[in-house]
């Protein structure tokens, strides 16, 4: 009899609200009935009223200036709650208001309870009381309590446009909490700042500290401001004009495929979880990175761009139920990237151009009066080297430079060329420029068509290797050098390899001997040397220097021969 009694007040308690309601606002919301048959599903008008589910959490969507309300019971043995409004995008108002009956019940001989006077127990909506109130766009949490029988309505609007919203509903505050939980301090702490470069700090998580494997932290970093829920990032991101999956979401699946299933005892959970991740995207107006990183508490962001501001916010997130929650967001601004000294190229001198790391250096070149064609040499000595040659702010050239290259340009006199010259590799590289208006003075000597060595497997013997090159239509001197290397030592030998080096770094040892060549028709332009007086089955690294009456050297692609070992 106590069961139908309750039963019986919520009912009529219910149909008082929602009557009252249509005559006061003439709202109505739709009806999601919650899990099981109970009398409130099978009587009530679907039509008119929403209950708030119990433990699970609930999407809300807020159209402008339309007011979203939901029931809840919270019964006389239920005596703590909470309810959690988590905000998606702009600010709303949520206030909870509640209404407890007045029990004017006796009993009788047998011990059973009167059914409640339930018209006399109940007033309407507008003379419940309000219990909490709250008007903004941070996650919120009400927690209550209750010693009886209470009806509580939970009122939601949006003012300023349509909006996104959840809600999460338990009378079971004692288990496991759906979001995790955040330290003491949820400050984020940047403990360095660098041109490209942030690093962050933040304290652990009390889940994360018992249970590593369900839970990890995700990053989101973007140049406009903080976030206050996930969901608000998730509703930034898909009004974008442009979206694409984020990585974030792979990396989560990642995670848990990585994961033995056996650590996973809801199936269905973890099949929704793969459908409702994709959370983020990136768009073209506004570009979030996205990077879980397990469960470490400080991470260092790389790429950024020098000179800019950045916003951070972690999320700390459980993998098993979706959920998260944010720490306090903070920012950050990148150190001003040192505009490099831009130096002098002189007339027609070589300038040795040494590149540490991924850098660059700038020079800049005048041309004496009167001449309107430059010409720009550029020798890759180590690495590569990509070059841009700017005039009145407008981009000349743009190359990568490998071996050797020219370019001729053509413009009025006295105009300023500022020539920039960029590392592609991270251990450095090394270059050499010159600049001339003297055509007629090559530093640099004429090169064939080819810088490659040629080697002939049939001519191989024990002791003697014959190699061929390329020559030119100019008389030049071309020197040979031969040194003997290890299996383990070609692949460093041909890598390291400094192809600007002088015959003059080479011991003496090294040797083999120089000659002079030249070849007015090209197609025959090819000259041969045999090697003689080497030791049998052993490896040698050939080098050829082809050398200018200048005294400046181009050296051609090193070749790797072995002798044969038996004859």
Not at 192 to 197: F, L, N, V
Request: aromatic residues 10%; proline residues 4%; positive net charge.
């Amino acid at each position: 009899l106590e069961m139908s009694t309750w039963k019986a007040c919520l009912l009529f308690c219910l149909l008082t609200v929602v009557i009252s309601n249509c005559q006061s606002r003439k709202i109505v919301t739709p009806f999601h009935p919650s899990e099981g048959k109970g009398f409130v599903n099978e009587v009530l008008d679907p039509h008119l009223l929403t209950v708030l589910p119990d433990g699970k959490e609930t999407k809300v969507y807020l159209m402008k200036n339309l007011l979203k309300r939901y029931f809840f019971l919270v019964k006389k043995g239920d005596t703590a709650f909470s309810v959690t409004v988590t905000p998606c995008d702009i600010p709303i108002e949520w206030w909870l208001a509640a209404q407890t009956p007045q029990e004017t019940s006796y009993r009788n001989a047998k011990g059973d309870y009167e059914r409640l006077n339930v018209e006399k127990s109940y007033r309407t909506l507008e003379a419940m009381g309000i219990v909490f109130r709250f008007k903004g766009n941070s996650v919120e949490t009400y927690a209550g309590m209750s010693s009886h029988n209470t009806l509580y309505t939970l009122e939601l609007l949006s003012t300023e446009k349509d909006a996104h919203t959840t809600v999460y509903l338990t009378t079971d505050i004692k288990s496991q909490p759906l979001y995790p939980e955040l330290p003491s301090d949820p400050r984020m702490d940047i403990i360095g700042i660098g041109h490209t470069t942030v690093t962050l700090s933040w304290k652990p998580s009390p889940p994360v500290l018992q249970d590593k494997h369900n839970i990890q932290y995700c990053l989101l970093v973007n140049q406009e401001h903080n976030y206050k829920s996930l969901c608000a990032a998730e509703t930034s991101m898909k009004f974008s004009n442009r979206f694409e999956p984020s990585s974030f979401v792979m990396s989560i699946r990642s995670d848990l495929q990585k994961t033995q299933a056996p650590k996973f005892k809801y199936s269905k959970d973890l099949l929704q979880l793969f459908n409702d991740l994709n959370l983020i995207y990136r768009g073209s107006s506004s570009d979030v990175r996205h990077i879980c990183i397990g469960t470490n508490t400080v991470y260092t962001v790389p790429n950024l761009s020098p000179n800019t501001q950045y916003y951070f916010d972690v999320f700390v997130i459980n993998l098993f139920t979706n959920a998260s929650a944010a720490y306090t967001g903070t920012f950050a601004k990148t150190l001003e990237e040192s505009q490099p000294k831009i130096m002098e190229l002189k007339e027609g001198s070589l300038t040795q151009v040494n590149i540490k790391g991924k850098g660059q250096k700038l020079y800049r070149f005048r041309p004496q009066a009167g001449h309107r064609r430059i010409q720009f040499i550029f020798q890759s000595c180590s690495g590569h080297v990509r070059v841009y040659i700017q005039r009145n702010g407008r981009t000349l050239v743009s190359a990568i430079v490998s071996g050797l290259k020219y370019f001729t340009l053509k413009g009025k006199p006295m105009e300023m060329y500022i020539v920039q010259l960029k590392s592609t590799a991270s251990t450095g590289s090394s270059v050499k420029v010159q600049a001339s208006t003297q055509f007629h003075k090559h530093l640099f000597p004429l090169l064939p068509e080819s810088l490659k060595i040629k080697s002939f497997s049939k001519l191989r013997t024990c002791h003697s290797i014959t190699i061929a090159w390329l020559g030119t239509q100019e008389r030049s001197k071309y020197c040979v050098y031969k040194k003997r290397i290890e299996a383990d030592q070609i692949k460093t030998e041909l890598k390291t390899a400094n192809r600007c080096s002088d015959p003059e770094t080479r011991r003496q040892s090294e040797k083999v001997l120089c000659k002079f060549f030249y070849e007015v028709n090209l197609q025959r332009a090819v000259t041969t040397e045999t090697i003689k007086e080497l030791e049998p089955g052993v490896i040698y690294l050939f080098d050829i220097y082809l050398i200018e009456r200048s005294g400046i050297s181009i050296k051609y692609q090193s070749k790797v021969v072995k002798t044969r070992k038996e004859c």
